[in-house]
């Protein structure tokens, strides 16, 4: 938000980017450069900028705010990444998913309401045909297989998914997240009954029993990732919700996005990653070879953070008092401290994923596997929105660069 001080209107880092056509990023390297200079915000979180010296910058280095055609953006209300923070409806998610679990985050997303203590429950038919649909899959399908084939089961089996008021969008929900994780098949026996999505999600990742520090780090991944503006996945989401496609087929959507080796999928590349560096005792010869491969190092920097990711501080956190973790928590540590040798990288969300899935004993797709259990919610919370907007509206016009007609026919 501007701030109009004494001294001349101020802005945020992200309306300073807006208002030169850069990233965030790009703001903070003028301000060490010295092209700019800020101070800290009111109340100490973040610092401002002066609006008459962003705009000389801009006159002369000839940038301009973005047209809406190269740079689309879309009003919403769930999620704001400012400032290396990120925020639900205004509140710190880092605190909010400290308090609250994953099924309260996913509420306080689609309503805007706490409801503490509140649980997804699947309908018993539902369930019953995800399972069966996911049942009748290849062997050697993954979790990624299972879960769309799960949602497409889901919305056969109900027939009201076409209602698109925010009642029955949400009830769908509710029933839709818990019906995708009891789809799984189980890795492990649950030794206790919890009602907690976390608690159901768990035997579903590995055979070892749940304690509660672990399911509390699993919960806390879950709330952590519930969103995070508009991702790949969450854009698709967002263009079949405009379409007026069902609940079931917007998480279809962002399901098939999320599968990507450069988006869900990146997890699984630092879980391999870590786990290799356990098994060698160091990570210098790991992080050697994929330098040596011209390969990116695995859980390290983020497009939008130029700081550690604050959900991986988080879980780092977390993670710290478990004594099992404590191997590939070093590890993790050992990957970023030997990476900063060469390239100012950070930890990000995947490589606390990592962590949680080496030191379980879960495989390496479960970190997939969280990120689209959790997201799901994100994704109904976009829906939510785009239904209250136009719709059609994300119709962009290709530029043709092809040959010009009339050509003859071949």
């Known amino acids: 938000m501007t701030d109009q001080g004494a001294d001349g209107e101020r802005l945020t880092t992200r309306e300073a980017a807006q208002r030169l056509g850069v990233k965030p990023e790009t703001v903070y390297a003028y301000v060490s450069r010295g092209r700019l200079s800020s101070r800290p915000a009111p109340g100490g979180r973040g610092s401002t900028l002066d609006a008459a010296e962003v705009d000389a910058l801009a006159r002369r280095t000839g940038r301009r705010e973005p047209s809406a055609a190269a740079d689309p953006t879309f009003r919403t209300r769930i999620t704001l990444i400012e400032e290396n923070r990120c925020y639900f409806r205004g509140v710190d998610a880092v605190e909010l998913a400290g308090r609250y679990g994953f099924e309260e985050v996913a509420e306080w997303l689609w309503t805007g309401a706490l409801r503490p203590g509140i649980r997804f429950t699947a309908s018993r038919e539902t369930l019953e045909a995800a399972r069966r649909t996911v049942a009748a899959l290849p062997a050697h399908s993954g979790p990624m297989d299972r879960l769309r084939v799960a949602a497409v089961a889901a919305a056969a089996a109900d027939p009201l998914r076409f209602d698109l008021s925010p009642e029955a969008v949400i009830g769908s929900a509710r029933s839709l997240i818990p019906t995708l994780v009891g789809a799984l098949p189980a890795a492990g026996q649950p030794e206790r009954a919890d009602d907690r999505l976390a608690g159901q999600l768990w035997p579903r990742l590995t055979a070892l029993p749940a304690d509660d520090a672990s399911l509390t780090v699993l919960d806390t991944a879950l709330a952590l990732l519930v969103d995070h503006d508009l991702a790949a996945s969450t854009l698709a989401a967002r263009v079949a919700a405009s379409a007026r496609a069902h609940p079931y087929a917007v998480v279809s959507a962002g399901l098939g996005v999320l599968e990507g080796p450069l988006h869900g999928a990146a997890s699984g590349l630092a879980h391999r990653m870590l786990a290799e560096v356990v098994e060698r005792g160091g990570a210098a010869p790991v992080v050697a070879d994929h330098l040596r491969n011209g390969q990116r190092i695995p859980g390290l920097g983020h497009r939008i953070y130029t700081a550690e990711d604050p959900r991986a501080q988080a879980l780092f956190a977390l993670l710290e008092e478990i004594p099992r973790a404590a191997p590939a928590l070093e590890a993790a540590h050992d990957v970023a401290t030997t990476a900063a040798r060469h390239t100012p990288l950070h930890a990000n969300v995947d490589l606390a994923l990592a962590v949680l899935s080496v030191s379980a004993l879960m495989p390496a797709e479960a970190g997939e596997t969280?990120?689209?259990?959790?997201?799901?919610?994100?994704?109904?919370?976009?829906?939510?929105?785009?239904?209250?907007?136009?719709?059609?509206?994300?119709?962009?016009?290709?530029?043709?660069?092809?040959p010009r007609p009339p050509q003859p026919l071949p």
């Open 370 to 402: 969280v990120f689209a259990v959790a997201r799901t919610a994100g994704w109904i919370a976009h829906a939510l929105e785009e239904y209250e907007e136009r719709p059609l509206r994300m119709r962009p016009r290709g530029q043709y660069v092809g």
